[in-house]
């Protein structure tokens, strides 16, 4: 304990460690408070949603209520779903970024719908978003190395390295002293502006440590590389060069390879081509005999087929069946969509075994509910959601029942739920292994380089 | 000072380090007593830092034994530690410490601590001048900087000194000032191992001097009468070692 007092005083007399571990914590800090503010901004949006819905549906109420047409309601009528952001996304913003946490639908072709956020959003997922999770990954590795590259080769280039080790009762527990002071602050930097923003937003307790757990095993695997590559008999400026080489590896150049790896073994069609499919599928429908269209909806939906034929005039239920054929041709699409977005989620997880950044982020997403398969699970709730619309409209319009004021309460109401998040299990594991490898390479190196 | 009993300090026998292929040390074999002064003269490369280095511990010696206050570097190296202070040829302090700082740190790299008082009295000691005391290292002098590594190997109170070159680039002055230093800490018990070049400078503080060469002593000379040592015999050995 001693030994912790003594190179703590001694780290608060170092300037320049003093000042980058001062910069890591607002560097942590304001990702932090700037990802409070966008969740903060999100929680509003999604609040403005009740009354602007309610003045919405009321509009619309004391116009269609008037000739209480089913169609009219069903066709104008827009319901709201919203994907809260999670007690955690302040820190981990993820998909919320690219994918839309706002959507409301109508009880017309659902594919066309899901995917109309991909026209404003894609240019956020290119700079992504400067957060807490960015801050640990990118730039923390950063601070890890300056801090410790120049341990032993430091104070060997400044030629105190023999008086400095023969003073010392072990000269290993002064190094594991310095490590640790080190270690504690880089990990206090990153930490407590954390912690603070867990206490704002109601961070369940389970998510606010294993955060701690991932800042602490990421820390951990590039301080035991740090020391690692710092125990070889070369200049600091070598130890500098060689670390900053294995960030750029390691942190961007590994997994960009890796993401285009996957993206092309796993290739994904655009969200918009499927709503392009639905919409070719539709427009066909004023094209072709209205029993064409009426065969293939019985077909999947035999419990409407005793419904009124048609005439050649316009009837709202021809249009939603047309809606739903449209749906149901893009409907292999979708299943390829979903699946190759959580095949391409899982080889990303792959990649993060053997990639601490990625463990890391990715695990950080997982716990915030912020990853595509929370991206996915608000798909398959706004799918659930909309498959309740249209079982509330359809008895009104293949009936030819009277949608009157009342009914527009009836309608099903979306229930939104908070993603909970995930135990990263598997990424930290990966973390720590890959922690524990480089230590063991490491030992065996340092004694078969005798250093 | 602590004393040693038995009178030999730092016993090495029989010494040999291989780094890999290499043979520094060839069983190499020397001793000082507690009050001595020796100076280890010898070329570069014939094994004067790796002798220092097997003393502290730092290495394991292939074979041979080294002991120093009677204990093993090998097996105690925190225990051998406590009993010497190592002053290197440049001795490095923190710039950014002043010299009480910077005592102060190292001795409790050692566990231990000391107090104002006894903090002034070892650089009264040593001779550092007293306002140097609280000011940063960063404008200190070699010789200012022996003083103050003197002045901590006195507040750890270590019974034997090793010093790596000390003379060399100190000022006559600052050479006289240390060797009376030197003088001082024998009289008080100290066993002290000067490595060196510098011929003449260990010649006029060194109760034995011994040629070291290829990881052997090749030669020793001892102290005698008033003029101490033959310096033109001193001379001839050095260069026929440097030669070799």
């Given amino acids: 304990m001693n030994a912790l007092f003594r190179e703590a005083r001694f780290l608060l007399g170092l300037k320049s460690a003093v000042a980058a571990i001062l910069c890591l914590f607002l560097l942590s800090a304001v990702a932090v408070g700037a990802g409070l503010v966008e969740v903060a901004r999100q929680q509003a949006t999604i609040a403005r949603i009740a009354p602007q819905q309610a003045a919405d549906v009321a509009a619309i109420a004391d116009w269609a209520s008037r000739e209480k047409d089913p169609g009219n309601?069903?066709?104008?009528?827009?319901?709201?779903?919203?994907?809260?952001?999670?007690?955690?996304?302040?820190?981990?913003?993820?998909?919320?970024?690219?994918?839309?946490?706002?959507?409301?639908?109508?009880?017309?072709?659902?594919?066309?719908?899901?995917?109309?956020?991909?026209?404003?959003?894609?240019?956020?997922?290119?700079?992504?978003?400067?957060?807490?999770?960015?801050?640990?990954?990118?730039?923390?590795?950063?601070?890890?190395?300056?801090?410790?590259?120049?341990?032993?080769?430091?104070?060997?280039?400044?030629?105190?390295?023999?008086?400095?080790?023969?003073?010392?009762?072990?000269?290993?527990?002064?190094?594991?002293?310095?490590?640790?002071?080190?270690?504690?602050?880089?990990?206090?930097?990153?930490?407590?502006?954390?912690?603070?923003?867990?206490?704002?937003?109601?961070?369940?307790?389970?998510?606010?440590?294993?955060?701690?757990?991932?800042?602490?095993?990421?820390?951990?695997?590039?301080?035991?590389?740090?020391?690692?590559?710092?125990?070889?008999?070369?200049?600091?400026?070598?130890?500098?060069?060689?670390?900053?080489?294995?960030?750029?590896?390691?942190?961007?150049?590994?997994?960009?390879?890796?993401?285009?790896?996957?993206?092309?073994?796993?290739?994904?069609?655009?969200?918009?081509?499927?709503?392009?499919?639905?919409?070719?599928?539709?427009?066909?429908?004023?094209?072709?005999?209205?029993?064409?269209?009426?065969?293939?909806?019985?077909?999947?939906?035999?419990?409407?087929?005793?419904?009124?034929?048609?005439?050649?005039?316009?009837?709202?239920?021809?249009?939603?069946?047309?809606?739903?054929?449209?749906?149901?041709?893009?409907?292999?699409?979708?299943?390829?969509?979903?699946?190759?977005?959580?095949?391409?989620?899982?080889?990303?997880?792959?990649?993060g075994l053997v990639t601490p950044g990625v463990a890391a982020q990715l695990a950080l997403h997982r716990l915030a509910g912020a990853d595509p398969s929370?991206?996915?699970?608000?798909?398959?709730?706004?799918?659930?959601?909309?498959?309740?619309?249209?079982?509330?409209?359809?008895?009104?319009?293949?009936?030819?029942?009277?949608?009157?004021?009342?009914?527009?309460a009836r309608a099903p109401v979306y229930q939104a739920a908070p993603d909970p998040g995930g135990w990263p299990g598997g990424l930290l594991l990966g973390l720590v292994g890959m922690t524990a490898l480089v230590a063991a390479v490491g030992a065996w190196w340092s004694r078969r380089e005798g250093l | 000072m602590?004393?040693?009993?038995?009178?030999?300090?730092?016993?090495?026998?029989?010494?040999?380090?291989?780094?890999?292929?290499?043979?520094?040390?060839?069983?190499?074999?020397?001793?000082?007593?507690?009050?001595?002064?020796?100076?280890?003269?010898?070329?570069n490369g014939a094994g004067k830092s790796t002798t220092l280095q097997a003393i502290l511990g730092f290495i394991q010696p292939s074979a041979g034994r080294v002991s120093v206050a009677g204990l093993d570097p090998a097996s105690d190296p925190a225990g051998v530690r406590r009993t010497i202070a190592y002053i290197p040829e440049n001795v490095a302090l923190y710039e950014h410490l002043t010299a009480r700082e910077n005592v102060d740190y190292f001795l409790q790299l050692g566990g231990l601590r000391a107090d104002r008082a006894e903090m002034d009295a070892a650089f009264r000691a040593v001779g550092l001048a007293e306002e140097a005391w609280s000011r940063s290292v960063s404008g200190f002098s070699k010789g200012m900087r022996q003083k103050t590594a003197i002045a901590l190997a006195l507040l750890r109170r270590a019974s034997v000194l090793l010093l790596d070159e000390p003379t060399s680039g100190l000022d006559p002055g600052a050479s006289a000032d240390f060797n009376a230093l030197v003088s001082r800490l024998r009289g008080e018990g100290a066993a002290i191992l000067i490595v060196t070049h510098d011929l003449i400078g260990v010649a006029d503080i060194a109760d034995r001097i011994g040629f070291l060469e290829r990881g052997r002593i090749s030669a020793e000379m001892v102290a005698e009468g008033p003029d101490r040592f033959d310096l033109r015999a001193l001379h001839d050995r050095f260069s026929r070692v440097r030669a070799g």
């Fill in chain 1, 73 to 351: 309601a069903a066709y104008y009528t827009f319901h709201a779903t919203w994907d809260p952001p999670s007690d955690l996304a302040f820190a981990a913003i993820g998909t919320r970024d690219v994918s839309p946490y706002v959507l409301r639908v109508r009880a017309l072709g659902l594919e066309a719908q899901l995917y109309e956020g991909e026209i404003g959003n894609p240019e956020a997922a290119l700079p992504g978003r400067f957060d807490f999770a960015f801050v640990l990954v990118y730039l923390a590795p950063l601070f890890v190395i300056l801090l410790f590259h120049d341990l032993r080769s430091g104070e060997r280039e400044a030629g105190r390295l023999g008086a400095l080790e023969a003073s010392a009762g072990s000269p290993r527990g002064l190094w594991r002293a310095r490590i640790a002071v080190r270690a504690a602050g880089l990990f206090l930097a990153l930490a407590v502006p954390f912690l603070i923003g867990a206490a704002v937003a109601g961070t369940a307790l389970w998510k606010t440590g294993s955060v701690l757990l991932i800042v602490l095993a990421y820390l951990a695997f590039w301080i035991t590389l740090s020391v690692v590559v710092a125990r070889a008999k070369r200049g600091s400026l070598a130890n500098a060069m060689t670390l900053a080489a294995a960030w750029m590896t390691l942190t961007l150049i590994v997994p960009a390879i890796g993401h285009v790896v996957i993206n092309s073994a796993i290739p994904l069609r655009q969200g918009m081509e499927l709503g392009q499919r639905q919409r070719t599928a539709v427009h066909r429908a004023w094209d072709i005999p209205k029993s064409q269209t009426m065969d293939a909806f019985f077909r999947t939906h035999p419990e409407w087929k005793d419904t009124a034929p048609l005439t050649e005039a316009f009837h709202w239920k021809w249009y939603f069946a047309f809606h739903q054929v449209g749906d149901e041709s893009a409907a292999d699409l979708a299943r390829a969509y979903r699946a190759g977005v959580l095949k391409r989620a899982a080889w990303s997880e792959r990649l």
């Fill in chain 2, 2 to 43: 602590t004393s040693i009993d038995g009178g030999k300090a730092i016993e090495i026998e029989d010494l040999v380090v291989r780094y890999g292929e290499r043979q520094v040390l060839d069983h190499l074999s020397l001793c000082v007593a507690a009050g001595e002064v020796y100076g280890l003269l010898g070329g």
């Fill in chain 1, 374 to 408: 929370a991206q996915i699970a608000y798909q398959d709730r706004i799918r659930a959601f909309h498959g309740a619309l249209r079982g509330f409209y359809y008895p009104y319009l293949f009936r030819d029942r009277p949608f009157g004021r009342d009914d527009f």
